[in-house]
């Protein structure tokens, strides 16, 4: 399929996948309040014969599903966001940090790897003020982005959400208070309640903006990045392109090598998603590696240096507290964040309580300045099965409850990391635990995986885990692809990953009753009964796969309008049938239908008849011996 | 890997996998009570450096993993359980059915597949007598089949189990009564209440019993089978072979097309595992597609037919009634099953009763004097999102108990096949109705699919639906493979659907809290800890892929010993980190302990003072226009 086959790449290695998915069209839907807002969505048409609207679709794609748009890697993508974060009148340019060689790990210039060729000052805050979206939600302000998100939710659908309001919600939705129809005063309230979070740094102007949140739709994050052994920028920018196109509503750049600096710069001028990173990485790469060697200047440098490139949301181990780090020694595999397990080891080496729990207030005051958010992370989440739930994870967690409340005092956004490896029977109890003690800030969980005997699988063993726990309240599901715990992501482990973790969200939405959730699953099952092969194939989260397996048995294209399937073949269809049956059944009065019913009772009664007398018949035989253990007939 | 690629073919395109899987010794268990009973096991041997036992796990390959068996296509299988059949005296061979053209679909000679080369004359219950194992469970006979099973859900392992009876129970079973160890008492008890089934007709000796039932291990089913459209012998005799091979506990021959009787032989013959099939797609193969034309007297014909040949179990739609078709008329994918349509369509051609369920006591007859099971078939069963749980569905399973009841009157083995597709919130009460209705007979369901979006994935949709209905109290999972809906299941299919299901039955029995289930996953987690990576492979359910995905990162054979993985490289592992954080750690003694604390909660308390002066500091710039909305400080 030429629009996802992997295009052609430039002298530097550059490629990126653009165009429209099979079957649709890219759309913008203008906001009736501000119509410099402009959201992007994807409608999916149907067959003539479907007789039925284009099915609309969340669209995290950004401009490289639209080819009205000019994609230049070099140049980066538009500032969609620039207006509407100077017009607040709240920021200022300055001369940022200059970029350092350690900022790439000193690597030697043959390695280097290239800056990206635009440079723009970079924005902060005004005497000290917080310029977050929770701050401009508590004091009242609906900013765009929250308008965006509005839009962006809905789908534009109110007609779906009146119907919505007309019939019962079906569904559990254990507390979640989704309303029919998601207004922007309602994003706002639920941002100034911590309740949810809208992950937008000033400098990173291209976001199109998303909201996680218990009440929206749930939202899933793919990992990227390169590492000390293997990959390049270009195959880092191409995954990032990849994740988003797919499906993938925020990205974490994991990258640990060298030329971190200049990765991310590369990934950030190009992404239509906020990026996530891990702060203490790159901090490590400046301290050569060496844990103890790491200081809070050295942290606070990187941090500064993120906020500056655009970061959206930060990860941070405070909650790895020297306390606590002893209650993994008896664990099956100890600490496996990296995150956590580095900031164990300086706590040990130092003898010293974490530096970023002791200095979390400065950390507050330096995100707040460009509105990046805290992912409070789980240092201490379990590796495995055997660790799952144990006290040194359920402790971290409570102090990220303290956490949230300081970082809401200054007006910085925050949400909280979650396991990991967790049995299905302990899965609930995480939820639970974490809206009890975080306050109801979003969850964002990775996986959990549900058992540890399937690597090559753990994209599967963990999806199992994450639908639940977005069932149960989770607002973001990191994903994981077939490759976990044995190898780096391609751009096909990629996709594996971001379309498991999309179809387990959308089953979780359906589960908590998401108003309109159903509506894509409705158009592809009568698409599927009325033999709209092509409808069925744009309908899927993977229309490309989904026809590649169709035509590998029948590769000839009448069979995608032929009214079989090659399960049955053509004499031997039940969607056919059925098609027959209900023709008939439609045809039915209500006296035929009572009718039936008697008939079916008396020939119900007879068959009980026939069977208390065979029973009598051959009681003795096969009774006798039945006595001694208690059997159905009992 | 030489072991699993794809064999030479022979002349007549037979080949099959055999050999041993990486790091695995095939091992005979032989009973302390019957010498006759020798149940296959797989030991998983680890690297020495890890001082473990080898790892004892369940396995379904029958001969075809052990070196010393001499596999001969063409003979089939040595006839395991000839002498316990025969030793019971309640059986006679007899002059079996003619095999007749339509049995083929009167193929033309030049089409016809080959005959199976061995012909055995089939065995009967002598004068009316029922043999199956519920009337020798009720008449208290332990027989081998059962201590078969008996061994062979423990593993052999006493030990574990007096462990596990030492430690609290880990899990949540939903009122299941799972033993710590499992006795030939205990499996004949629970056939005798008709809680668990062995599917064993006499005629299929080479069968190695399994058992089916909610206080066992959970099972799959893999489902193979050629169709009018493609497919050939050879390769459903192959797919039979490899999905026994990955851990299918049972596999059903769906064949549809022509040669449905001679391609049943060579599986039968050929099968280490209980075949299921569903009589009905022959029976209509006999009467030329035509449902109306189905008649009893074909029907039963077709019955004995498949007695004789040694199928296991049969899926009959005895509870899709007449008056109950109507019902599914204005679902969204009406009726999807294809034995649910045939009968609906033979019910409103006639307008009388379902004949499969006005001659089921006949039809118990039958199936008692070969001691075939009943999997009652869901033909009503949802096929969509949409029509989960609605009266057509829960009246069927309801009709489905009834005929429970009269099936055990006759000692026939009972369990009932369920849905399908169902939201996550809607799965557990499909659990609950069966367990009411159908007093306790093995669930058997197909996932559930928890969305309908992701065609092309649908082994990844159900997978989550199976895990929860498993960890409810399901005993056997029919899996999905990636082809579901789209076309036939090939090799690769039948692999990544027998592994996706077997990881969700095993997440199931870890949420049941089966006792020694973690075994494997602490094993494994272990070798992940301690970088033995040939452990880690050898621990997986699928070995060469785990494998396979770390070399396509990692190739050099130094790289399975090297102690760091691709994911961090040599100087940023956490797994390596965590070893010198645990060594320390277990060093500290109980006073350092709790200076930790007192230090820490130090720590915390000034926290909180600088949190709250800050707090007071910038109160009235935050917090007065904070006060319009209910915000986090509050």
């Given at each position: 399929?030429?629009?996802?086959?992997?295009?052609?790449?430039?002298?530097?290695?550059?490629?990126?996948?653009?165009?429209?998915?099979?079957?649709?069209?890219?759309?913008?839907?203008?906001?009736?309040?501000?119509?410099?807002?402009?959201?992007?969505?994807?409608?999916?048409?149907?067959?003539?014969?479907?007789?039925?609207?284009?099915?609309?679709?969340?669209?995290?794609?950004?401009?490289?599903?639209?080819?009205?748009?000019?994609?230049?890697?070099?140049?980066?993508?538009?500032?969609?966001?620039?207006?509407?974060?100077?017009?607040?009148?709240?920021?200022?340019?300055?001369?940022?940090?200059?970029?350092?060689?350690?900022?790439?790990?000193?690597?030697?210039?043959?390695?280097?790897?290239?800056?990206?060729?635009?440079?723009?000052?970079?924005?902060?805050?005004?005497?000290?003020?917080?310029?977050?979206?929770?701050?401009?939600?508590?004091?009242?302000?609906?900013?765009?982005?929250?308008?965006?998100?509005?839009?962006?939710?809905?789908?534009?659908?109110?007609?779906?959400?009146?119907?919505?309001?007309?019939?019962?919600?079906?569904?559990?939705?254990?507390?979640?208070?989704?309303?029919?129809?998601?207004?922007?005063?309602?994003?706002?309230?639920?941002?100034?309640?911590?309740?949810?979070?809208?992950?937008?740094?000033?400098?990173?102007?291209?976001?199109?903006?998303?909201?996680?949140?218990?009440?929206?739709?749930?939202?899933i994050n793919?990992n990227?990045?390169?590492?000390?052994?293997?990959?390049?920028?270009?195959?880092?920018?191409?995954?990032?392109?990849?994740?988003?196109?797919?499906?993938?509503?925020?990205?974490m750049?994991l990258?640990?090598?060298?030329?971190?600096?200049?990765?991310?710069?590369?990934?950030?001028?190009?992404?239509?998603?906020?990026?996530?990173?891990v702060?203490?990485?790159?901090?490590?790469?400046?301290?050569?590696?060496?844990?103890?060697?790491?200081?809070?200047?050295?942290?606070?440098?990187?941090?500064?240096?993120?906020?500056?490139?655009?970061?959206?949301?930060?990860t941070?181990h405070?909650g790895v507290?020297?306390?606590f780090i002893?209650l993994t020694a008896k664990r099956v595999t100890g600490i496996v964040s990296r995150g956590g397990s580095?900031?164990a080891?300086?706590?040990?080496?130092?003898?010293?309580?974490?530096?970023?729990?002791?200095?979390?207030?400065?950390?507050?005051?330096?995100?707040?300045?460009?509105?990046?958010?805290?992912s409070l992370g789980d240092g201490l989440r379990p590796g495995s099965i055997a660790d799952a739930n144990d006290e040194a994870q359920f402790a971290e967690l409570?102090?990220l409850?303290?956490?949230?409340?300081?970082?809401?005092?200054?007006?910085?956004?925050?949400?909280i990391e979650g396991p990991g490896h967790v049995p299905m029977h302990k899965i609930k109890v995480n939820m639970e635990e974490q809206?009890?003690?975080?306050?109801?800030?979003?969850f964002y969980t990775l996986g959990p995986l549900t058992t540890d005997v399937a690597p090559g699988y753990d994209h599967i063993t963990s999806a199992i885990g994450a639908a639940m726990i977005g069932w149960f309240?989770t607002?973001m599901l990191c994903y994981v692809t077939p490759k976990e715990h044995l190898g780096?992501p391609?751009?096909?482990?990629?996709?594996?990953g971001?379309?498991t973790y999309?179809?387990a969200?959308?089953?979780a939405?359906?589960?908590?009753?998401?108003?309109?959730?159903?509506?894509?699953?409705?158009?592809?099952?009568?698409?599927?009964?009325?033999?709209?092969?092509?409808?069925?194939?744009?309908?899927?989260?993977?229309?490309?796969?989904?026809?590649?397996?169709?035509?590998?048995?029948?590769?000839?294209?009448?069979?995608?309008?032929?009214?079989?399937?090659?399960?049955?073949?053509?004499?031997?269809?039940?969607?056919?049938?059925?098609?027959?049956?209900?023709?008939?059944?439609?045809?039915?009065?209500?006296?035929?239908?009572?009718?039936?019913?008697?008939?079916?009772?008396?020939?119900?009664?007879?068959?009980?008849?026939?069977?208390?007398?065979?029973?009598?018949?051959?009681?003795?035989?096969?009774?006798?011996?039945?006595?001694?253990?208690?059997?159905?007939?009992?």
């Open positions: 399929m030429p629009d996802t086959a992997h295009p052609k790449t430039d002298s530097n290695g550059f490629s990126v996948t653009t165009g429209e998915l099979p079957g649709s069209k890219k759309i913008y839907v203008t906001s009736e309040r501000m119509d410099d807002v402009r959201v992007p969505m994807r409608e999916i048409h149907l067959h003539p014969t479907a007789n039925e609207p284009p099915v609309r679709v969340y669209d995290t794609s950004g401009p490289y599903s639209d080819p009205a748009a000019e994609i230049d890697i070099y140049k980066g993508l538009p500032p969609l966001r620039q207006n509407w974060v100077e017009g607040r009148g709240d920021v200022e340019r300055y001369t940022g940090r200059d970029i350092r060689p350690e900022d790439n790990g000193n690597v030697d210039d043959k390695y280097l790897a290239p800056e990206f060729p635009v440079k723009v000052q970079p924005l902060r805050a005004r005497d000290g003020k917080a310029v977050t979206q929770l701050a401009y939600a508590r004091a009242g302000i609906i900013t765009p982005e929250m308008e965006f998100v509005a839009v962006r939710e809905n789908l534009a659908r109110a007609q779906a959400a009146e119907e919505a309001a007309k019939t019962a919600r079906d569904g559990e939705d254990f507390g979640a208070e989704i309303p029919d129809f998601i207004t922007a005063e309602f994003v706002r309230d639920e941002i100034a309640r911590g309740r949810a979070i809208i992950p937008v740094n000033i400098n990173h102007p291209e976001n199109e903006p998303m909201i996680i949140g218990r009440n929206f739709l749930v939202k793919a990227i990045g390169n590492s000390a052994v293997t990959s390049s920028i270009a195959e880092e920018v191409d995954k990032m392109v990849w994740a988003t196109r797919w499906g993938g509503d925020t990205v750049d990258s640990t090598g060298r030329n971190i600096h200049n990765t991310r710069e590369w990934i950030l001028r190009n992404s239509p998603v906020p990026i996530g990173t702060p203490i990485y790159q901090a490590l790469e400046k301290v050569d590696g060496v844990a103890e060697d790491l200081t809070w200047e050295i942290y606070r440098d990187t941090l500064i240096e993120q906020c500056e490139q655009g970061v959206d949301y930060f941070i405070a507290r020297l306390a002893h580095i900031m080891k300086w706590c040990l080496a130092h003898h010293k309580e974490n530096f970023l729990y002791t200095h979390f207030e400065d950390i507050c005051e330096i995100m707040k300045a460009y509105d990046v958010s805290f409570r102090t409850g303290e956490l949230t409340k300081i970082a809401w005092k200054h007006d910085v956004q925050v949400m809206l009890k003690h975080c306050h109801e800030a979003p309240g607002a780096l391609n751009r096909d482990d990629v996709k594996a971001v379309i999309k179809l969200a959308h089953a939405d359906l589960a908590k009753g998401h108003p309109a959730a159903q509506i894509r699953d409705d158009a592809l099952s009568r698409a599927r009964f009325e033999f709209r092969w092509e409808d069925q194939f744009n309908l899927s989260l993977d229309p490309e796969t989904a026809r590649d397996f169709h035509d590998q048995t029948l590769p000839k294209e009448a069979h995608k309008v032929a009214h079989f399937c090659s399960m049955c073949g053509p004499k031997f269809c039940s969607m056919k049938i059925t098609q027959e049956v209900r023709d008939y059944a439609d045809g039915l009065t209500d006296n035929q239908k009572r009718d039936l019913e008697r008939m079916s009772e008396e020939e119900r009664e007879r068959g009980m008849a026939e069977m208390s007398a065979e029973f009598k018949k051959r009681g003795s035989e096969v009774y006798l011996p039945a006595e001694k253990t208690p059997g159905p007939a009992e």
